[in-house]
């Protein structure tokens, strides 16, 4: 017997041994979520009172996210200087004004548990640089000349001395048309009784996230695809796309991708 | 979504079976490939081929356990992957190919006897794994069948590295007292 006769044994052990060691794979755990809502926020304010550091992200503008109440904020940057986005986090009893550019410099919040943490955020301030003043804007509020604001989130985790950070901030906008991305490849489609197989370029289903094979019910038509992982250009930091759609043109052999959803970190 | 669920989208032929498949256990299969070919481009291919087996194989087959099958069809397509890798690295697959040549030399004897002993070793293996004790039997498949690295074993199964190292060479010692008893050569 050799130890490849021995590993092929055990390669061929009992399925249901096979079955019951699946709890030896854990799926990396999601940071918890904390949905900030006017009923439940009151009781995350209460014990710890952590300093944070805020990555604030500029697209069109530099965006200060803040609960409705303004019970919690960020500091501003100076205006429409994006160098300067890095500051600390506040709450402050007594709100934040739309016309304060500065809101403190401490949060105080329920984070008690040794984990990470999600943060909801309702609405948030934004720096318009055109019109050099910050707006409160809520989801659904139209923003720059073809978007909408569509949510927001904090992330927290403990830093090295025991204290809550910020460590990434996301805003989502939504653009009312869809952005195409061009000059995409398939490498090839391949048409048969069963139905049509599609093969992505390896560098774009990379990009996207996907596997690199898609296959159709016999006789379809244009079909979408949708994947929820970000693609574009992650070395900036700046922006990245998600929920894309994929169509695929037979007529013309040609794939049109396109995002109505842009995230700026 | 249920894993009745998408077997019955795959016997309909519908592709949102591929795509919960991908949601469901994307992370699972990439750790078994990961697991075995150590490179994360190689067990993207990996687990994307094991895709398109899937949903050439289902149907006619229809799997008891969904899970258990991808992971049979991820692990045994990383071994090929690994073992078409070396291949290559000893001289584009030759010396592999004189060897299947030589192959045929050895009279079908031997290979009946080969093949029984390989049967006899599996069931020695199922009933090895049936004198262990449920953590021990997760343990030993975790390292031997999933091959997962013992710092990701302790991490899951909340247990020190030193532990579970000292726990598998036990059952590697267990194993082979095991197989003498029942007359294997080791």
Excluded at chain 1, 13 to 24: F, L, N, P, R, S
Excluded at chain 1, 52 to 67: E, L, Q, R
Aim: glycine share 6%; with cysteine; hydrophobic share 35%.
């Amino acid at each position: 017997m050799t130890k490849k006769d021995l590993f092929n044994a055990i390669n061929n052990m009992d399925e249901k041994y096979i079955h019951d060691a699946q709890d030896v794979y854990k799926e990396p755990q999601a940071p918890e979520v904390i949905r900030i809502s006017k009923e439940k926020r009151q009781p995350y304010w209460k014990t710890i009172f952590a300093t944070a550091a805020c990555t604030a992200a500029a697209m069109f503008a530099v965006f200060v996210p803040i609960v409705r109440s303004g019970a919690i904020g960020f500091l501003a940057p100076a205006a429409g200087n994006e160098s300067t986005a890095s500051s600390g986090v506040v709450l402050g009893d007594s709100g934040v004004s739309e016309s304060n550019n500065v809101v403190g410099s401490e949060i105080k919040i329920d984070l008690d548990k040794e984990k990470n943490y999600e943060v909801v955020l309702d609405s948030v301030f934004a720096y318009d640089s055109e019109e050099n003043t910050f707006k409160r804007y809520e989801w659904g509020d139209a923003f720059a000349s073809d978007q909408l604001l569509v949510g927001g989130k904090s992330y927290f985790k403990k830093n090295e001395n025991g204290e809550w950070q910020i460590y990434c901030q996301e805003l989502a906008l939504r653009r009312f048309k869809p952005l195409e991305l061009e000059n995409v490849t398939i490498m090839q489609i391949k048409e048969g009784k069963e139905g049509t197989v599609i093969l992505l370029h390896e560098s774009l289903s990379e990009k996207l996230g996907l596997p690199n094979f898609f296959k159709t019910s016999p006789n379809e038509g244009a079909f979408e695809l949708y994947t929820d992982k970000f693609i574009g250009d992650k070395e900036s930091k700046t922006i990245s796309f998600s929920s894309t759609n994929i169509t695929v043109d037979y007529d013309t052999n040609k794939i049109k991708i396109s995002s109505d959803r842009v995230t700026a970190f | 979504m249920d894993d009745s669920e998408i077997i019955k989208l795959l016997f309909e032929r519908n592709e949102r079976a591929i795509l919960a498949i991908i949601k469901k256990y994307e992370g699972f299969c990439k750790a078994i490939a990961r697991n075995i070919l150590k490179n994360e481009e190689d067990a993207e291919e990996c687990v994307n081929d094991v895709y398109l087996k899937v949903w050439e194989t289902i149907p006619p087959k229809e799997p008891p356990y969904l899970s258990t099958y991808l992971a049979k069809l991820t692990k045994n397509h990383a071994l090929n992957i690994l073992e078409r890798s070396y291949a290559a690295k000893r001289g584009g697959g030759a010396v592999e190919l004189i060897l299947d040549e030589l192959e045929e030399c050895i009279p079908d004897k031997y290979s009946v006897e080969r093949e029984l002993e390989g049967k006899e070793l599996e069931s020695a293996i199922n009933d090895f794994m049936k004198t262990l004790s449920e953590k021990n039997r997760l343990l030993f498949a975790g390292r031997y069948w999933y091959c997962f690295d013992v710092s990701e074993l302790a991490a899951n199964c909340n247990m020190s590295e030193n532990n579970v190292s000292v726990t598998l060479n036990r059952l590697r010692k267990k194993l082979r007292t095991f197989l003498s008893e029942r007359g294997f050569n080791v």
